[in-house]
């Protein structure tokens, strides 16, 4: 009984050291790597539609964290953890959010840490202001209350695909650009170094640009002139341009197209106070929010260096729209 016992001690012993040795292994794993897609960031009156997106992103194979205690069970430490760990943070906004200590802590580190913030009204007719105005200031909402839950949701994860795309894309920029420089270090460790260095980082930026160009969807429309450009084209361009203010006031819009945008233009530049106005209103009457002005004004230059552009290759699809538009102005 005795050698028994000695036994199942020792078996016992060994399991624990086999066991911590495992928990550390995970624990270096998951310090290294991004163990999340998304963290939710809510205040408990919220919980119930919370848990219901929860949910729904989970049985899309997302990784979410999502406190279910919240602020009777967390600490500082656990939700700094689970914001450092996630490629983007949901703020589920409110006014109970707003007043709480402990989401303002979370949704300010989120944007210390440059996470990829997505604003979520869980709230009818809710305008963040104070510090909350000031994280979601510019960032495109996705408004659970103003529609019915399955669209808002597909909302959401349009939000989350766009982001992801645009990710990738940087990603394998960023890679082709280091192992060119690698490359080209190779390649001129003998004579003349520096101006090879400078003339094949040209031809570098030149490829990568192009690839872009090929790889991204999103940048299509830099290859058209703004009267040819689609719905998905005009919406790529503000979204690009950091617009997503303006940009939602066109989202569902599917005849806004380039044509649309550069009479809208011209408008701007013909009435600015008054079309300001105008978008201002509309976007506060649809989607409860307000036009910055100085966001209005990058928009209205972001379309004059469509139509005013400085390099050669802009400026002949500069001129063949200006040909374009006296031949339509012919025709009808």
């Not at 001690?9 to 624990?16: A, D, G, P, Q, R």
């Not at 949701?153 to 992801?164: D, E, G, N």
Request: some cysteine; glycine content about 2%; hydrophobic content about 35%.
């Amino acid at each position: 009984v005795q050698a028994a016992a000695k036994g199942v001690l020792w078996k016992l012993e060994n399991e624990l050291i086999i066991t911590k040795q495992l928990l550390d292994k995970n624990e270096n794993t998951i310090n290294n790597e991004d163990k999340y897609d998304i963290m939710i960031s809510y205040s408990h009156s919220n919980k119930d539609l919370c848990l219901q997106i929860y949910e729904s992103l989970i049985k899309l194979n997302y990784r979410v964290w999502l406190d279910f205690e919240n602020m009777y069970g967390s600490t500082l430490q656990s939700m700094a953890t689970a914001i450092e760990l996630s490629d983007m943070v949901f703020i589920c906004m409110s006014n109970p959010y707003k007043q709480s200590a402990y989401c303002r802590s979370e949704a300010e580190y989120a944007y210390t840490r440059q996470r990829h913030i997505i604003p979520l009204v869980m709230e009818k007719k809710y305008r963040p202001d104070g510090w909350l105005g000031i994280i979601c200031a510019s960032k495109m909402y996705v408004d659970f209350t103003k529609t019915d839950y399955e669209q808002a949701l597909q909302k959401l994860i349009s939000q989350i695909q766009l982001y992801r795309q645009r990710t990738s894309i940087n990603t394998l920029s960023s890679s082709t650009i280091k192992d060119k420089k690698n490359e080209i270090l190779t390649h001129d460790n003998k004579t003349s170094a520096a101006v090879k260095i400078q003339e094949n980082t040209c031809d570098e930026q030149t490829q990568v640009e192009k690839f872009e160009r090929l790889s991204s969807i999103e940048n299509s429309y830099n290859d058209r002139f703004i009267e040819w450009w689609t719905h998905e084209d005009v919406l790529n361009f503000l979204h690009d341009k950091r617009l997503d203010v303006i940009r939602t006031l066109f989202e569902y819009e599917q005849q806004f197209d380039g044509h649309s945008l550069y009479i809208l233009y011209k408008q701007c530049q013909s009435n600015t106070q008054s079309t300001y106005q105008v978008l201002n209103t509309q976007l506060n009457q649809l989607h409860d929010r307000t036009l910055p002005y100085f966001t209005y004004i990058h928009f209205v230059s972001e379309l004059e260096k469509q139509f005013n552009p400085l390099d050669i290759k802009q400026y002949i699809r500069y001129l063949l729209w200006i040909i374009y538009a006296k031949i339509r102005q012919k025709v009808f």
